[in-house]
């Protein structure tokens, strides 16, 4: 097995990185004998997609269809590959990605999709979940391994194949039981929202706004305040959205400032049709520095997600780059050497 010499410009903050990387895949501050260099000037702890459907893709139709356990798996590899070394999936018909759980360290799972009858897209709900069974259904989630679930909060009904009218999927009053069950359990809440019903999220102590699309500042000052996250999906809709309404682009230039300036973590999420890349390029576009968009897509978006620090005898998270990633967001698509929790995987 090989040792390796990382000397890099750590990303963001741009200090020098002067490191080694055992046989064994941990962090060594020391000198390791008969070590090789790893390729990358530039270095980052591993990126992360804290909103991914590992079991669900989009159709020509753009409607979202299931795929099977294998194909999750397939994604899962390719996006580690890729650099991404710590993804959270934001739900999964019928909670199918838990059976991965054992299999990857770095994989966050919020089990199934928590929706009533007729509110989410009938080929991802298998299983509704009327407002009396909520909190059990949350738990038996949390049971089978779920470190989050995921509630979505709004969303048109379905009525005659058609989705109308978005509005609150459950009362209130069953939103707060369920976010402190949860709490209770040691799990966290992530919640799909695009109307102003994300105020009532925020106040009940939702852990991660999901798009978020109507935040405003009063949301965004609480969400701060509460160490809440926001994951804006923008590669998932942002486009379409912005060139039929450029008031749109602007009103969501104002919000993701605002959460910069706040120090709300803000994190990289690319659903079912994004990258990592092309987000953090989309933060950059809306006015996030270029260092602030890199954090959301590595550093914060760890630290809020429980991924593990670089620690002398830790194992190895990161990914290298040759050029350098804050001049262009691009170049996250194009790593040079990948480490996921002590394995070379590039």
Not at 102 to 111: I, R, S, T, Y
Not at 131 to 136: I, N
Not at 264 to 289: H, K, N, S, Y
Not at 331 to 341: D, E, N, T
Request: net charge negative; with cysteine.
């Amino acid at each position: 097995m090989t040792a390796w010499v990382v000397r890099a410009v750590r990303l963001p903050d741009g200090d020098d990185l002067d490191a080694g990387i055992t046989a064994e895949g941990h962090w060594s501050t020391e000198p390791l004998r008969d070590a090789e260099p790893l390729p990358g000037r530039f270095a980052l702890p591993g990126l992360v997609d804290a909103h991914r459907h590992l079991t669900v893709a989009a159709g020509e139709d753009g409607l979202p269809y299931a795929v099977d356990v294998t194909t999750a798996r397939a994604n899962l590899d390719a996006a580690r590959r890729a650099g991404v070394t710590t993804v959270r999936d934001a739900g999964s018909p019928a909670g199918a990605v838990l059976a991965l759980v054992p299999e990857v360290d770095g994989l966050l799972v919020c089990g199934r999709f928590l929706a009533p009858p007729d509110r989410y897209f009938p080929a991802l709900l298998p299983e509704p979940v009327p407002a009396e069974h909520l909190v059990d259904a949350a738990l038996a989630e949390v049971s089978a391994g779920a470190r989050w679930v995921k509630l979505v909060a709004d969303f048109p009904h379905l009525r005659d194949g058609a989705f109308v009218d978005n509005e609150p999927t459950y009362d209130l009053a069953d939103v707060e039981r369920l976010v402190a069950t949860v709490h209770a359990a040691g799990a966290r809440v992530a919640a799909h929202t695009t109307t102003r019903f994300v105020a009532d999220l925020v106040a009940v102590g939702v852990d991660s706004i999901e798009h978020g699309t109507v935040l405003d500042d009063t949301d965004l000052t609480r969400l701060a305040a509460q160490g809440g996250a926001w994951t804006p999906t923008l590669c998932a809709s942002f486009p379409r959205r912005a060139a039929q309404d450029p008031a749109f682009a602007e009103a969501m230039r104002h919000r993701l400032t605002t959460a910069v300036a706040l120090g709300v973590t803000i994190m990289t999420g690319t659903d079912v049709v994004g990258t990592v890349a092309r987000e953090v390029a989309l933060l950059a576009e809306l006015g996030v520095p270029p260092a602030a968009a890199l954090t959301a897509a590595s550093s914060d978006a760890r630290r809020f997600l429980g991924a593990p620090q670089a620690t002398p005898g830790g194992p190895v998270d990161l990914v290298t780059y040759h050029d350098d990633p804050r001049s262009d967001p691009a170049v996250l698509s194009r790593p040079a050497a990948v480490f996921a929790r002590g394995v070379r995987l590039r």
